[in-house]
């Protein structure tokens, strides 16, 4: 009896291996997607925001010297991205878009230069809102009251780049939590249709004796195989598709740390390996429950 149980399970191990961990790897790809999605998402609302852009002006009896060290205490803020002096003769260049456009504009001023020195600040992301930036700009106005004239930024600028993201973050989950149900559906199916091709297996092992554990079992361990083959072949197709996509912007780069390579390879895992161990069970039972006439 078990000699005979096992020449049928190891067929039936044998029979759609290849097919069932194609589907499978392709429907954790979807799944990697939206994940690795998110996290690029996230990645580039936080570039988006940290471009957000703010000026300092100074009172006029302020020299360089004295806004360069403003310039190193503001450095030390935990508020701030990037904070960077902007010389006057630099100002006019980014004022007139040239060297030669500069000149001409100094030309018609007599030779003096009209721009002030500033200092320009990129807040870090969780400030890049119309909030952060006004107590970004209470907290400067109030640590340096005598040398700082006005702090200037664009309220429409910093309010269209989080309005922007969360309706597209809206978008994104709406379109992700659909992919996601397709994306199980799928599996599900595909481990029905590699299962039903093994419904005479099942029946005969059950009809030789075979009990329920000992049929499940090797069909549950190929699941778990199953599951973790295909979420590493999905993990790679998606990290190859981030990358190539991540060539292709120019304004933005869509950076991963370790920790969102190791999280988005675990989930992968996770789910195919829980979502094919679920439906192997299942199905199994199906068959299991099934009269010998019925698999007909």
């Keep these: 009896m078990n000699s005979s149980s096992d020449k049928y399970s190891k067929k039936g191990l044998q029979t759609s291996y290849v097919s069932t961990v194609i589907g499978i790897s392709l ?40 806004i360069k060290q403003i310039e190193q205490v503001l450095k030390t803020w935990s ?3 990037e904070v ?5 003769e630099r100002a006019v260049d980014e004022f007139s878009g040239g060297d030669r456009d500069s000149k001409e504009i100094l030309a018609i001023f007599e030779g003096e230069n009209p721009l002030p020195a500033t200092i320009l600040f990129r807040p870090k992301s969780n400030y890049a809102s119309l909030e952060g930036m006004e107590a970004i700009k209470a907290k400067i106005l109030k640590a340096f009251p005598n040398e700082i004239d006005e702090v200037n930024y664009d309220k429409s600028a910093v ?4 309005l922007g993201f969360k309706q597209f973050v809206f978008l994104f989950l709406a379109i992700a939590s659909l992919l996601i149900v397709v994306a199980v559906a799928m599996i599900n199916n ?25 049929i499940r079992k090797p069909f549950l361990w ?29 304004s933005f780069e ?13 989930a992968l895992i996770f789910i195919g390996i829980f979502i094919s161990l679920v439906s192997t069970w299942f199905a199994l039972n199906k068959y299991l429950k ?7």
């Design 159 to 162: 309010d269209s780049v989080n």
């Design 27 to 66: 429907v954790l790809f979807m799944i990697g997607l939206v994940i690795g999605g998110f996290f690029a998402l996230e990645n580039l609302q936080n570039q988006a925001k940290e471009s957000v852009q703010g000026d300092l002006f100074f009172k006029a009896e302020q020299s360089e010297y004295d």
């Design 222 to 250: 190929q699941s778990v195989v199953q599951g973790l083959i295909s979420a590493v072949i999905g993990f790679s197709l998606v990290m190859t598709l981030l990358f190539a996509l991540n060539n292709l912007l120019n």
């Design 79 to 81: 508020e701030f991205k």
């Design 84 to 88: 960077q002096f902007i010389s006057p």
């Design 190 to 214: 595909t481990i029905r249709m590699a299962l039903y091709a093994k419904r005479f297996t099942i029946k005969t092992m059950q009809l030789v004796g075979a009990t329920s554990f000992y």
């Design 290 to 296: 099934m009269k010998l006439d019925d698999l007909y």
């Design 254 to 266: 869509v950076t991963f740390d370790l920790f969102i390579f190791v999280f988005l390879l675990a």
